[in-house]
């Protein structure tokens, strides 16, 4: 089964642009996350979906990070606009309903540098 | 914010032989995970420990929880090079919603295994 996908997989800005970044979580997972790993530190939760409802999105700062997934199925997360410490890797999971497996499957993430 | 710390934060051996490295959490958990990340793979699952387990095996992994002490550890044997990589237990990923919450993560262990 094809795994997570994300795009792009490096991006480099400058302070105040403004950028967003693609998930497809794996076919039939109804749960989504968008998670943030600054270097040297584990990933850190910004927002959960349950197909295109927003469920947790208690950690992510509305003021400059938006995300939408309008038909369930893929993500986009946006910054807007960026700033120094937003450089990162973002990283997109997914998990199936149901199951309880609770096992979540990471896509390769998505590099950003902020200059 | 992060949940809990790994131990150590490096570890260097010798190939072909075992690895132990530590995490602690705060709160209490329904289960434990953990993830190894490589540029190669990128974060992938390794082996859940639900709370009412002490010791769970998978080939050359064991793991060991105590929910008394706040703390697991997770032993590789007979360590190989393509062990080399980060290792983070993560905690959270009860099902709230129809689907698991996010995960909290440690800071990581990082392993490098000698030739």
């Known amino acids: 089964e094809a795994g997570v996908a994300q795009s792009p997989r490096y991006k480099i800005i400058e302070k105040r642009q403004s950028v967003a970044f693609w998930c497809n979580p794996i076919s039939g997972h109804a749960t989504l996350y968008w998670y943030q790993q600054i270097l040297g530190q584990g990933p850190e939760l910004l927002i959960r979906?349950?197909?295109?409802?927003?469920?947790?999105d208690s950690q992510l700062p509305k003021d400059r990070f938006s995300a939408e997934r309008l038909k369930g199925v893929d993500s986009t997360l946006k910054i807007q606009p960026a700033e120094l410490g937003d450089s990162a890797v973002y990283l997109c999971?997914?998990?199936?309903?149901?199951?309880?497996?609770?096992?979540?499957?990471f896509g390769p993430g998505t590099r950003l540098t902020v200059t | 914010s992060q949940q809990g710390e790994e131990d150590p934060q490096a570890l260097s051996i010798q190939e072909g032989e075992n690895a132990t490295m530590n995490c602690s959490y705060k709160t209490s958990i329904n289960n434990l995970q953990w993830y190894r990340q490589n540029s190669g793979r990128g974060l992938v699952h390794l082996i859940l420990?639900?709370?009412?387990?002490r010791e769970k095996h998978s080939g050359r992994l064991r793991v060991t929880l105590d929910t008394s002490k706040k703390s697991s550890s997770l032993l590789i044997t007979a360590s190989r090079a393509a062990d080399t990589a980060s290792y983070f237990c993560a905690t959270g990923g009860m099902y709230s919603g129809g689907g698991a919450d996010g995960l909290t993560f440690g800071k990581g262990t990082h392993l490098i295994i000698q030739p």
């Open positions: 999971a997914s998990s199936s309903r149901g199951t309880q497996s609770y096992e979540q499957y």
């Open positions: 979906y349950e197909n295109e409802e927003a469920v947790d």
């Open positions: 420990i639900r709370s009412n387990e």
